[in-house]
């Protein structure tokens, strides 16, 4: 059974850092595609960021997070982390954990963990 469990979202304000982590587990961790999606009211799931398992770990930025976010995975804790600094207002939203294999493109989902950026 596959897990992707977030955890790490909460209450900051502008200007302050989170790091949300997601943990896997059921899945051949070295070889999925991990990401961060997130939505907020009213809009579409969007990605954030995203690192291969492969080549090195290659990273992929939403243009909006550039700079300020940074992705990384440790493959010995099967856990992806998105480390969030310089938290802006428009960064509320649910952010979801994500997995896809890249032989399949079976996707996987977290259930969400909540990041409130307030003024």
């Known amino acids: 059974q596959v897990r992707l469990v977030e955890s790490g979202g909460g209450l900051v304000q502008t200007g302050g850092s989170l790091r949300l982590s997601c943990a896997a587990s059921g899945i051949i961790f070295s070889v999925h595609v991990m990401g961060w999606y997130r939505q907020a009211p009213g809009k579409q799931r969007d990605l954030v960021a995203s690192i291969t398992g492969t080549g090195g770990g290659l990273t992929n930025y939403a243009d909006s997070v550039k700079g300020r976010f940074t992705i990384s995975r440790d493959k010995a804790k099967n856990t992806v982390y998105l480390q969030m600094n310089r938290l802006k207002l428009e960064d509320t939203a649910v952010y979801y954990c994500?997995?896809?294999?890249?032989?399949?493109?079976?996707?996987?989902w977290g259930q969400g963990t909540q990041v409130i950026v307030s003024s």
């Open positions: 994500n997995a896809v294999d890249p032989r399949s493109d079976w996707t996987y």
